[in-house]
């Protein structure tokens, strides 16, 4: 028997399929369809016989489309802060940490040995990144974006330390630090430069945010969360954050499929 964990956001729909061991055998982001049409074209893709279906466990903002049961299958709701906190945790292998949650917006989750706290969030996150990149690039998804930023020169957007002193401040700085977003756009920048001076700017600001959080408790252990995390870029200036200000960012494996997962633990 297989329990179905489906995380469904304003955006995109997640679903995975785990067996009783707690595997994930199947996998699945669907678009522009309601849940039980995603839920279809889940079984449909992956050929998965209905009565091998043991519970479906819903999570995410739109979960309230759904009231009583999909398909006369016993369906479950947890709430999506929960979902983040158990998946993240369980994917990094810890109790404890800072949850960064990256959709269309970006959701802040401390997870304290079980207990799962929505600390607050922000609009900046994926739509942002891709729709902004739609408007100047006509780029529908974070493949055609890392393909895109390969030779892109962040030089020609970003006002960094080195660009007003050569030395960073008191030996303590590194030069690469950003000091404006998008604060040197030079004339011959092109689009690919921009798109990875959009990038740029959406991740600093989300991790930046992480560590502000941060600073008032001991633990320093951040968990980024969400398709973002598949760009390697992102996990680039993860590690240059990590470095410049002392904490450790952990993009676990799969931590695209973070909450669908965390869904189905212990339900």
Known sequence: ???????????????????????????????????????????????????????????????????????????????????????????????????????????????????????????IGGGTLINLCKRFAELESFDEIEERIKNADISKIDLRLKDIQKDAINNLLPTEITVANFGKLQDNANNDDIILGILNMVVEIIGMMGIFATQNITNKNIIVIGCITELEYVKKVLDMLSNLQKVNFIVPTNSEWAVAIGATQDC
Do not use: W
Request: charge should be positive; include cysteine.
């Open 1 to 123: 028997m297989e329990t179905i964990g489906i995380d469904a956001g304003s955006t995109n729909i997640k679903i995975i399929a785990i067996d009783e061991t707690g595997k994930v055998k199947n996998k699945s982001i669907l678009k522009n369809c309601n849940i039980e049409q995603a839920l279809e074209k889940f079984i449909e893709q992956t050929k998965i016989n209905p009565s091998e279906i043991s519970k479906i466990v819903l999570t995410g903002i739109r979960q309230k489309e759904i009231i009583g049961n999909i398909k006369n299958i016993r369906t479950v709701k947890v709430d999506e802060f929960e979902a983040i906190g158990k998946g993240a945790t369980y994917l990094a292998n810890t109790k404890n940490a800072l949850i960064i949650s990256i959709g269309t917006g970006t959701a802040f989750v401390r997870a304290d040995n079980g207990k799962y706290i929505h600390i607050g969030g922000t609009g």
